[in-house]
């Protein structure tokens, strides 16, 4: 490794939300001069198997902002290690690693964002597309006493989507939340919404 | 979605789509690289849906085991592009590992006679090869593996 | 001694593999000369030998089909083509390690779109392919990919869509206005192997509702 003049940069910090995760750290600042950054890490098999190898990160290596998306490197629901260390010219400052270790597991799961129309006597939904790890389920119920509770599993995309044939006169109530494979989890549920089908209702 | 594996009295769930996905992006890399294509480390007569189920789950934990202790280690990838994807194949296999490992804790996860005769097949076919050759061809054949899990 | 670059005698040496039915092909030199004969030979990875394929020997053209010696479905196989000129240069390339389960791709189901006054229904026909079982029966995708699923879409003039994923092979779309254009789609889906076929499409409209004339 080269001398260690450069101070490591400092306040490693992990945001992780919907699956999305970025490293940040305080920048190291050296007047009038462009300070990189270089982002590695070690799943657990590499600390368990191979603890004196560490990966580049696939689009911090290096860097030049004080923050790294490392999504697409944390692709196993094991824990990893995270370090960082700067770089000017020949200087390298010393490795920071992130004081605890990551694991996708703990990722913010947030309500889906879900938009509900009508269609005629069609009732729709459209969802925010969160990529490719999640799924949607939408629980939807005719509101009256004793209604059942429907669940489907939507494929968020451009158009929105089908649910449910209604009936002129009711009301109907959708509540959707996301479920992530990878590590088993549920987001918790969107705010409900209900909305009341125009015309006479049909006679019993 | 999330794959349930029934090994005897030892019950897992996998992501064996998400392996096999990361597998499938360097499939052709790491089999070009395997030249000696008489031989095949895991064979036919050595499939897991051919074990009784009371064995399955020992003779899948030390498949696993030989993995992560000889292949994943030995195996040299060209590129970090190979390298993180393999990376995600090991720390997703070593997920699989400590699933067992806990079945075996349980008293869940014995081993047989059968799962010891043909885990040994296994290892005497791997040895048949210098251990950077064994690990290229063990990691190509994860596919077969994979598939092997599928169909438990 | 030095050997000669005969590289541009063969190249892209390839299975192309639909529904199982797998086809050997590859390129020549671009200004082939018409006397260039290729012949081909495969082998089951993890045995030792090559064999020859009948009426694949000294051809001149580029394909060969190979769906009878690669229709084990359980086994990954090679083939290898040696390409020889006029001038008795030679050159021999191999494939990639084929396994049909992983390498095939799914052709488009053939479907029946049946238009009625406030619903389309969507017959699918058996998918059969060209694998058969010991008894000779004639497999189909369903009974060769146990989590094979059929993908309905009913897209409503650019609005919206309806789309249902089931294992069957019939679906009726209902609630649907008489007298109007709908486009609609099916999709065989194998989630295990990230399979999709490419979608089968139908632009079909609902018959007027005749009940009040």
Known sequence: ?204 | GLKTLHLGSCVITTNLQGIRSGFSEIRDSVQAKDEIIDIRILRKTQFLQGTKPADQCCLLHHILRLYLDRVFKNYQPPDHHIFRKVSRLANSLLTIKKDLRLCHAHMSCPCGEEAKEKYSQILSHFEELPPQAAAVKALGELDILLRWMEEV | HITEDTSDLLQHVKFQSSNFENILTWDGKLESAPDTVYSVQYKTYGEGEWLEKEGCQRITRKSCNLTVETSNLTELYYARVTAIDGAGRSATKMTNRFSPLQDTNIKPPDVTCIPKVRSIQMNVHPPYTVIRARNGHQLTLENIFQDLRYHFNLRINHTYQMHFERKQRKFEFFGLTPDTEFHGTVMICIPNLFKESAPYECQVKTLPDRTWT
């Not at chain 1, 920048?27 to 580049?56: A, C, K, M, N």
């Not at chain 1, 020949?90 to 996708?104: C, D, E, G, I, V």
């Not at chain 1, 799924?135 to 494929?155: D, I, M, T």
């Open chain 1, 1 to 204: 490794d080269g001398v260690a003049v450069l101070p490591a940069p400092q306040n490693l910090s992990m945001q992780s939300t919907n699956m999305k995760h970025v490293l940040t750290w305080s920048p190291v600042i050296v007047p009038e001069e462009i300070i990189r950054y270089s982002v590695e890490y070690q799943g657990e098999y590499e600390s368990l198997y191979t603890s004196h190898i560490w990966i580049p990160s696939s689009w911090c290596s290096p860097t030049q902002r004080p923050e790294c998306d490392i999504t697409e490197d944390i692709t196993a629901t094991v824990s990893y290690s995270l370090r960082v260390r700067a770089t000017l010219g020949s200087l390298t400052s010393a490795w920071s690693t992130l004081k605890h270790r990551f694991n996708q597991n703990s990722t913010i799961l947030t309500p889906p964002g879900m938009e509900i129309t009508m269609d005629g006597f069609h009732l729709l939904i459209k969802l925010e597309d969160l990529g490719p790890h999640f799924e949607f389920f939408v629980f939807y119920w005719r509101r009256e006493p004793g209604a059942k509770e429907h669940v489907k599993v939507v494929r968020p995309g451009v158009l929105p989507v089908y649910l449910e044939t209604v009936e002129p006169g009711a009301a109907y109530c959708v509540k959707a939340r996301t479920f992530v494979k990878a590590i088993g989890r549920h987001s918790a549920f969107s705010r409900t919404e209900c909305v009341k089908v125009q015309g006479e209702a049909l006679p019993l």
